[in-house]
């Protein structure tokens, strides 16, 4: 398995329950996190190792990601696994899967990438590197299909393991939170790149927030290895308001808060399946900003949106992800509590529409793959 970043690791952490509850002396290695781990999962390279986002970013660690897909490569060669399950990361995976499919290991791809949103060509490249993919959401097996690729919608895991009641009161008392504060959560992304990009308008925002609404409170989720990263930004940025940082615990922090600003990711969907309005924010290299807008087929950015197929909530994105825009967005979701009571209604019927059993449903598609 090859999950990689915190995201994937997430996900494949949750399927990983699955597979071992179908099959218990099932033996898992690869690139991976400390959710895969918690399932027995032996990582020989830690997946935090392929957490870079962008164009730009991407190409200034080119050749220690590529040592590693080819020493990953000749290594699953040589000790052949029964299966290999590519978890998202598709510029890393895609390619490796080729070489193992043509070698006869049956290959699946976990989580569709995003064709319907931007780089369609890659449907043509999947139909020659994996045998199945597991897809995420209702409407994307038919356009797999269209392409002869094998796919079945196995929902989100997610959804399987958020509650549909979040635990709103037991979480702010967990995190130390007032009942009757309001709450901001701040999820400024879990790469370093996000961080360096983000964080800086992010907590220049929660500044203004606190200037403007004395008595709000913050928390901040911090990645693993990040914390060194975050707390001098926070000093530089937003040294006066009142930030409670956290090791981890972005899901309760989530459950905690009345309004998230978060960074454009699957967080995007965590937040809506925690019935939480956000603004969702994104800032990156100029040059891998010009060069993925123009392969864009459709307006939205955040998940929530996508599957909404509408603005459900704003969008901050490059030179919009400004400390007031985001700032004033959140106000108006705090002041407007029809609107957050309407979105919580939309976001409750996604919830429902995206569980459906996943770990099941997967192990179920990853046994006929087997036995084909």
């Known amino acids: 398995m090859v999950a ?8 494949a952490g949750l399927l990983l329950g699955g597979l071992k509850q179908r099959w218990p002396l099932l033996e898992t290695v690869g690139i991976g996190g400390p959710r895969m781990a918690e399932h027995g999962f032996k990582a020989w390279w830690p997946h935090d190792r392929l ?74 490249k999947m139909a020659a590197s994996v045998d199945h993919v597991l897809c995420l959401f209702p409407f994307e097996p ?28 037991a979480s702010r008392k967990a995190l130390g939170l007032a ?55 926070l000093a530089a940025h937003a040294g006066g308001a009142p930030i409670q940082l956290l090791d981890g615990q972005s899901h309760a922090a989530l459950a905690a808060c009345d309004v998230t600003l978060i960074a454009s990711g699957t967080a995007t969907l965590e937040a809506a399946l925690f019935k939480r309005p956000m603004v969702i924010g994104y ?13 864009r087929y459709q307006p939205w950015v955040g998940l929530p949106n996508i599957l909404a197929r509408e603005f459900l909530v704003p969008e901050r994105i490059q030179d919009a992800c400004e400390p007031g825009l985001l700032a004033a967005d959140v106000q108006r979701w705090l002041d407007d509590a029809t609107g957050r009571d309407r979105l919580r209604q939309r976001f409750d019927a ?5 569980r459906r059993d996943t770990a099941r449903c997967a192990t179920d598609a990853i046994a006929q793959v087997l036995q084909a």
């Open 4 to 11: 990689g970043e915190a995201s994937g690791d997430l996900l």
């Open 51 to 124: 957490a870079v986002r962008g164009y730009v970013e991407v190409l200034r660690h080119y050749r220690g990601i590529k040592a590693i897909r080819d020493a990953l490569t000749e290594r699953l060669l040589a000790d052949r696994p029964a299966a290999f399950i590519g978890v998202d990361a598709p510029d890393f995976n895609l390619g490796l899967e080729a070489q193992l499919k043509a070698a006869g290991i049956p290959s699946i791809h976990f989580v569709c990438p995003s064709i319907w949103a931007w780089r369609g060509g890659r449907a043509k």
């Open 142 to 169: 038919e356009l797999l299909h269209a392409h002869g690729v094998p796919a079945t919608y196995v929902g989100h895991p997610l959804a399987d393991a958020i509650p549909l009641d979040p635990p709103r009161e």
């Open 179 to 233: 009942q009757d504060a309001e709450v901001v959560a701040v999820l400024p992304g879990s790469r370093r790149s996000e961080i360096a990009y983000i964080a800086p308008s992010f907590l220049q925002a929660a500044a203004l927030l606190h200037e403007q609404r004395p008595s709000l409170r913050f928390v901040l989720p911090i990645s693993p290895g990040l914390r060194g990263m975050v707390e001098p930004l």
């Open 283 to 295: 800032r990156m290299h100029p040059l891998s900003w010009q060069l993925m807008k123009r392969l």
């Open 350 to 354: 996604l919830h429902h529409e995206l």
